[in-house]
């Protein structure tokens, strides 16, 4: 559903065809703040929420492009009648006041080369398995690409879907690099005028070649791609641009510019 300047109360306040989850009092306060934020300053461009299942465990994955997006995305899932478990920085738990919402509303920190590295993971198959809605950002970082297309992603995502035999919706997301640019020469964030916030989920990805087989690196590696690519076709289909046929490497870039 799309919510236009017309269509948006009605929208929002139209009768809903499921009920929508226990939030709790965290969650709850998350949402009564983010929401009418997010109706104010930005004009939500809604698509494909019928992909995402109601009920039972389920990893998302989306691209990366701002570090405005993961309101977007909560505010996505949202509408989409579930309860988003997104993973993100460690750092960010450790905020004064934020650190303490997030962390009571149930999001999973992510210890990058620490000790605690595997407990996002841990974490997060634990959510999938009580039948929860956890959100990966396979990148693990905002993208670099120079047209913001997807980079190549890390394996989390794939692990835990073929551990649990989730499925995998994949979230394609464009907009919030008008409200928060991140990375470049200029660095801004620009409520005003409202920009639209295009965010569309796509079918399960199909896993079937890989499920029911030993899960070693290579054969999480091949999941991944697949997973990234079809993330970066359907930011493709929102921008009307056909994505690149090989998605950029980090890893590959900086070992580069170190010679």
Not at 37 to 63: I, S
Not at 98 to 103: P, V, W
Not at 171 to 184: D, K, R
């Amino acid at each position: 559903m799309t919510y236009g300047d017309n269509q948006q109360e009605a929208a929002v306040n139209s009768p809903a065809p499921d009920p929508r989850p226990r939030r709790g009092f965290w969650f709850g306060l998350v949402v009564a703040l983010v929401k009418p934020f997010m109706l104010v300053f930005t004009k939500p461009d809604f698509r494909g929420r019928e992909n995402m299942p109601r009920t039972g465990g389920v990893v998302f994955v989306t691209n990366h492009i701002s570090h405005f997006d993961p309101f977007v995305l909560g505010f996505y899932i949202w509408e989409c009648r579930r309860i988003p478990r997104l993973l993100g920085k460690a750092s960010l738990f450790k905020l004064p006041i934020a650190g303490r919402i997030i962390t009571a509303a149930g999001q999973i920190p992510v210890y990058r080369e620490s000790a605690q590295a595997a407990d996002a993971f841990r974490d997060a198959v634990a959510a999938v398995e009580r039948g929860e809605c956890v959100g990966v950002y396979p990148e693990g970082t905002i993208t670099r690409d120079p047209d913001l297309w997807p980079m190549t992603g890390k394996t989390g995502a794939a692990r835990i879907a073929l551990m649990t035999g989730c499925p995998v919706i994949p979230i394609a997301n464009w907009g919030a690099q008008e409200v928060f640019q991140s990375y470049g020469n200029k660095l801004r964030v620009r409520l005003l005028p409202r920009k639209t916030m295009l965010v569309k989920a796509g079918p399960p990805v199909d896993l079937d070649a890989f499920r029911g087989r030993e899960i070693t690196n290579e054969l999480l590696h091949e999941a991944t791609e697949v997973i990234m690519k079809t993330v970066a076709a359907g930011l493709g289909e929102l921008r009307g641009e056909t994505p690149p046929k090989e998605l950029f490497d980090l890893r590959k870039s900086k070992d580069e510019e170190n010679g």
